[in-house]
């Protein structure tokens, strides 16, 4: 028997087709679009404007596949982790992370991550699978709908800081993001979404190019190309020279500042020649640091900074009109903070 096809892989366009083909109107296609994407309809049965004949069409030759979530855990901050099982059993997870004002989702582009980042949970997993943009876009459905539950409020803020590199996966985060921000999916701005990446250089300037309206966020953590090596080794193809000139371009394309993620470590990037390296790095486009509390992945070779090597960082960046605000970390108590993400369930 022929494999039945993942209706939401067909564009709105296909769908149409899809009906004129089989003797019907063209905006069925529309009506079942919107059932798969604003309404998140998890089966034909609930498409009520839809005849029984035409859905049971539909049964016959497609599928809906759907994420579920398996699990979820709350931290004592109020941090929401999902552990979400895709249609082939692989599992992803997302986390919800609340503030008293927004509540932002941070979700997954990947089954495990291509790179090997020394500091984090998740590239240990290696990368399995690329999601697929219903993939992506079923997380934050989840999310949104946690948060009007627990928080009585709409997600306001995504985040693609989860498992995996999204600019690897970049076609599928793409589309994703264009049904999460267009009006028939969930309406949602793009300036409230930020991509983060380890920085791929080509896929910066691919961005840039396409005008995207999200905003960018680069995990750089050194500004010094022997140290960076060291702890993130795709480094050594995608290096500091070339990855400033992305952002460069970014900038000039776009007029969107760029945000760099930064852990400060012991004995690894805590000295004022790593600070002025940053300060240098942050010069060449509008920028501003973000300091992250490092979660630990139970290794021990890395240690979080001591307060006073994170204080002359902030001291240091002040002073040369750089922006940089301290993170403190959410949802460690049940490994949903940054890094963390490895299925331990
Ligand atoms: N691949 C993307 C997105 C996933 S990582 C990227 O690199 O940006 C999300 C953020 O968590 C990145 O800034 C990453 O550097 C950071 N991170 C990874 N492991 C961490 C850890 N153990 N503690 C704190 N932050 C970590």
């Not at 979400?84 to 992370?97: K, N, W």
């Not at 990947?110 to 997993?125: E, I």
């Not at 090597?309 to 301290?326: D, F, H, P, R």
Request: aromatic letters at 8%.
């Amino acid at each position: 028997m022929e494999k039945k096809k993942d209706i939401r892989a067909l564009t709105k366009e296909q769908l149409r087709e899809f009906f004129v083909k089989n003797g019907d109107k063209a905006f069925r296609g529309n009506q079942v679009y919107e059932w798969l994407w604003q309404k998140a309809a998890h089966s034909f049965d609930v498409m009520t404007n839809i005849s029984k004949e035409t859905r049971d069409k539909l049964e016959a030759s497609f599928v809906i596949n759907h994420i579920k979530v398996d699990q979820m855990q709350r931290s004592s901050d109020g941090t929401i982790k999902n552990a979400v099982r895709l249609h082939d059993d692989l599992i992803v997870e997302s986390v919800l992370i609340p503030t008293k004002t927004r509540t932002t989702a941070c979700v997954s582009s990947q089954v495990g991550c291509s790179l090997d980042c020394k500091f984090c949970a998740t590239a240990r997993l290696k990368r399995m699978r690329n999601l697929n943009p219903d993939e992506i876009y079923d997380q934050v459905v989840a999310i949104d709908n946690e948060s009007r539950l627990y928080f009585d409020k709409p997600l306001s803020n995504i985040v693609f800081m989860g498992m995996g590199e999204p600019l690897m996966n970049y076609n599928n985060v793409l589309k994703a993001i264009d049904k999460i921000t267009a009006p028939e999916g969930l309406g949602m701005s793009p300036k409230r979404i930020t991509v983060s990446t380890s920085g791929v250089p080509k896929m910066i300037r691919k961005m840039a190019d396409e005008e995207v309206k999200f905003k960018l966020a680069v995990s750089l953590h050194s500004a010094i190309d022997d140290i960076r090596t060291s702890i993130m080794p795709f480094n050594a193809t995608f290096t500091l020279a070339d990855l400033r000139e992305s952002l460069q371009y970014w900038y000039a394309k776009t007029k969107s500042r760029i945000t760099y993620e930064y852990v400060v470590w012991d004995g690894i990037n805590d000295t004022k020649k790593d600070v002025d390296a940053l300060v240098a790095f942050c010069k060449f486009a509008p920028s501003k640091v973000n300091l992250i509390e490092y979660n630990p992945i139970d290794d021990g070779i890395f240690q979080q900074a001591t307060s006073k090597a994170v204080e002359m960082y902030v001291s240091v960046l002040e002073k040369n009109g750089i922006v940089v605000t301290v993170r403190r970390s959410r949802g460690k108590d049940i490994d949903a903070a940054c890094g963390q993400l490895a299925n331990k369930s």
